[in-house]
């Protein structure tokens, strides 16, 4: 052959061999990027990414080829998991309602307030009453005396978290958990009581924490918390001002064939008509044949259900 045909054919060679790697790399590309689609759409979706179709990789594997557990490292995915080590309880609760008995358990959200909490517990108090407080957290000496009362004076102490910032607070369950435990540590520091019980501010389910409840009440469960929602509402928050006589008629009146009433309350700043309200409500209570109680995590909770 002439050295042109050499030529002729090296060129061909050279050709075909890039052609075929540029295919393969094209191949692999295609490839790692549909698995890497699936696994933006698993983590997206439902956070769970089943390694078992993708072969024996192990985890290292996978990470050093495509970066991917790497990235969700980076993303905190779950890694809250394993912080908070302060937030766990023992989940050692065993429900003692008797459904036959009617029984009311008041609660008090948003406090203390120096004036609203020291009102309420003179007159739980007066009439030998326990009530529930969950509390945000306040740094003040005379709102640091209040978490101590409610406990000295035997009533339950329950957190609503430290900020009762919905947007703050929803934002991811990272997010939720540090402002829980700045909270709980607050009271436990103060009171030498750990809370165990808890309320979610807005209640378990609504429109901030839509996307993100279910895995905060997953992991606040997993760590041996209660949360409690209400089936009675005492309208206290459902305007700037709201007289006492229709606080007292809300509590009093409604759910009148309820056996048992978990009645929401606020306790915070503004709720003054709500310590006015207090004494006729006790009464009330007791001459329909209540009795009032703290909660414990002994009593069955009042949840909402999920949303569909
Ligand atoms: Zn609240």
Request: proline share 2%.
């Amino acid at each position: 052959m002439s050295v042109r045909a050499w030529k002729r054919v090296i060129t061909l060679v050279v050709i075909l061999i890039i052609v075929s790697l540029t295919a393969g790399l094209a191949m692999v590309t295609a490839d790692r990027k549909t698995l890497e689609n699936e696994f933006d759409e698993a983590m997206k979706n439902e956070h769970i990414v089943d390694l078992s179709e993708y072969g024996q990789m192990t985890r290292e594997e996978m990470d050093g080829l495509f970066g991917y557990f790497g990235k969700v490292k980076s993303n905190g995915f779950m890694d809250y998991q394993t912080k908070y080590s302060n937030l766990y309880v023992e989940n050692d609760f065993q429900f003692t309602d008797n459904p036959d008995e009617k029984i009311c358990y008041l609660t008090f959200d948003d406090g203390p307030d120096r004036n609203n909490t020291a009102r309420i517990l003179d007159t739980l108090k007066e009439y030998d009453v326990k009530a529930t407080f969950f509390v945000i957290y306040k740094d003040y000496k005379e709102e640091r005396e209040l978490y101590k009362r409610i406990v000295e004076e035997g009533h339950t102490i329950g957190v609503h978290t430290a900020s009762h910032n919905y947007n703050k607070i929803y934002a991811s369950v990272d997010a939720y958990l540090d402002d829980f435990e700045r909270c709980s540590d607050q009271v436990e520091q103060i009171t030498g009581v750990k809370p165990e019980i808890f309320r979610f501010p807005g209640g378990s389910v609504n429109s901030y924490n839509v996307g993100v409840y279910m895995e905060i009440i997953a992991e606040m469960t997993r760590r041996g918390y209660t949360y409690y929602d209400w089936n009675i509402g005492s309208g206290d928050a459902s305007a700037s001002y709201v007289a006492s006589s229709k606080i007292v008629d809300n509590v009093l009146n409604t759910g009148k064939s309820l056996n048992k009433k978990i009645v929401l309350f606020h306790d915070g700043t503004g709720h003054k008509t709500t310590a006015d309200a207090l004494p006729q409500i006790i009464e009330g209570l007791l001459a329909q044949g209540y009795k009032i109680e703290a909660l414990t995590k002994d009593v069955e909770p009042v949840c909402f259900g999920y949303m569909d």
